[in-house]
């Protein structure tokens, strides 16, 4: 992707929502040991957002590679330092949907194959609130760059017209 912003403002802008999952993650509890880290198995990748590559391209030389002509997909081997995963990862089982141009937090439908945390009646197994508030927020920021606000609508359609074949 073309840059057009500064590296100092990406930079800032990833530094501020990575810290935001340092500590946060969806339970109480590593959700890992209830799948066996399923999330981290797949050889599927994932989408780094708009201009992450630059803020963490340098730890996953070799890992990251450009699909759809322009979208960065970091494949990793299933084991990362934890606190360069991506933020695909430190938010995941949830995706920052956008729909009719407003911003929703929600399941990332993508995982429904192989996330227990879609079961929102067990209760043991609820993703915290204050989670999801702050993928929210972190992302209410994030999409004021129009990149980031584009290419969330982008995968936002895209999940939302795959939902049928889920
Ligand atoms: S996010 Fe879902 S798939 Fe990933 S480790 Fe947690 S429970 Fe398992
Ligand atoms: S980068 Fe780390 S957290 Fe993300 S899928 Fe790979 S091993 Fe799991």
């Known amino acids: 992707m ?9 930079y800032r802008m990833y530094d ?3 810290k935001s999952f340092d500590r946060l993650t969806p339970l109480l509890f590593d959700c890992g040991e209830l799948c066996n880290a399923r999330c981290c198995k ?4 994932m989408y780094l ?5 630059i803020f963490i391209g340098s730890h996953w030389e070799n890992k990251i590679t450009y699909i759809k002509n322009d979208i960065p997909l970091l494949i990793c081997d299933g084991i990362c330092q934890r606190e ?3 933020l695909s990862c430190r938010i995941f089982p949830l995706f920052p949907y956008i729909i009719d141009s407003k911003l929703k937090v929600d399941f990332d439908l993508r995982a429904k194959n192989i996330c227990p945390l879609q079961f929102n ?5 609820q993703i915290q609130k204050k989670f999801k508030r702050k993928v929210y ?3 209410k920021k994030l999409i004021k760059n129009k990149d980031i606000y584009d290419f969330c609508s982008r995968i936002s359609e895209e999940i939302l017209f795959l939902e049928k074949f889920y």
């Open 121 to 125: 009646d067990i209760a043991e197994i």
């Open 42 to 45: 797949g050889k599927d990748g």
């Open 137 to 139: 927020r972190v992302f």
């Open 16 to 18: 501020n929502a990575y």
């Open 84 to 86: 360069h995963r991506p």
């Open 2 to 10: 073309k840059k057009k912003i500064s590296e100092k403002l990406i």
């Open 49 to 53: 957002f708009p201009y992450e590559e």
